[in-house]
């Protein structure tokens, strides 16, 4: 069950699909929020600075399509880092961002700019409610567009989790 979210604050739809799996029904919520950029896609002061309201917004009309109290997945891309304000404020209503468990330092985003000066952040995340537990998180090593893959493992939380469970760290 797969269905397109169109956006209200941002400039691209959410994909948000609920799957059956041995666990019962999980939820992901994929993501690509508003670049840092003005209505005329240019790099502003100002288009950073409301860049994160944006994303707040974005994201709180994505989630009225997502059942809260299901296993939910969301990840995609944020386009801000989990310093900023939209990510906070999943972390404080409980989701976990999977990359922050394993890697406090890789980027997931780089550009290199006309005058020759590379940017870099960790724009791209994989958040994850109570339902689940993370057992391993990295930035895959691929370089196919400006963002790198993030990778997470995750079981579910009501499973054992003393059990010995391979690390690919």
Same mark, same amino acid.
Do not use: M
């Given at each position: 069950?797969?269905?397109l979210?169109k ?6 739809p959410?994909?948000?699909t609920e799957?059956t ?6 939820q992901i ?12 896609a240019?790099?502003?002061?100002s ?7 944006i994303?707040h917004?974005?994201?709180t ?6 059942n809260?109290? %299901? ?5 995609g891309?944020?386009?801000e880092n989990e310093?900023r304000?939209?990510i906070?404020?999943?972390?404080n209503?409980?989701?976990t961002?999977?990359l922050?468990?394993?890697d406090?330092?890789s ?14 952040n960790r724009?791209?995340h994989i958040?994850?409610?109570q ?10 090593d ?5 963002h790198r893959?993030v990778?997470?493992?995750?079981i579910?939380n009501? %499973?054992?989790t003393?059990?010995?469970?391979p690390?690919?760290r």
């Amino acid at each position: 069950n797969v269905r397109l979210l169109k956006p209200q604050a941002g400039w691209f739809p959410a994909l948000i699909t609920e799957t059956t799996t041995d666990i019962g029904p999980v939820q992901i919520l994929n993501v690509h929020l508003r670049p840092p950029l003005d209505d005329d896609a240019k790099a502003t002061v100002s288009a950073y600075l409301e860049s994160s309201t944006i994303h707040h917004r974005e994201l709180t009309h994505f989630l009225q399509s997502a059942n809260r109290d %299901q296993p939910l997945i969301i990840a995609g891309d944020f386009n801000e880092n989990e310093r900023r304000t939209a990510i906070k404020k999943l972390l404080n209503d409980g989701f976990t961002d999977a990359l922050s468990l394993y890697d406090t330092k890789s980027n997931t985003w780089s550009w290199r700019t006309a005058s020759g000066i590379t940017l870099q952040n960790r724009y791209d995340h994989i958040l994850f409610n109570q339902h689940f537990h993370c057992t391993d998180a990295k930035v895959a090593d691929v370089r196919a567009s400006d963002h790198r893959p993030v990778q997470a493992v995750l079981i579910n939380n009501k %499973q054992d989790t003393e059990q010995d469970i391979p690390n690919s760290r």
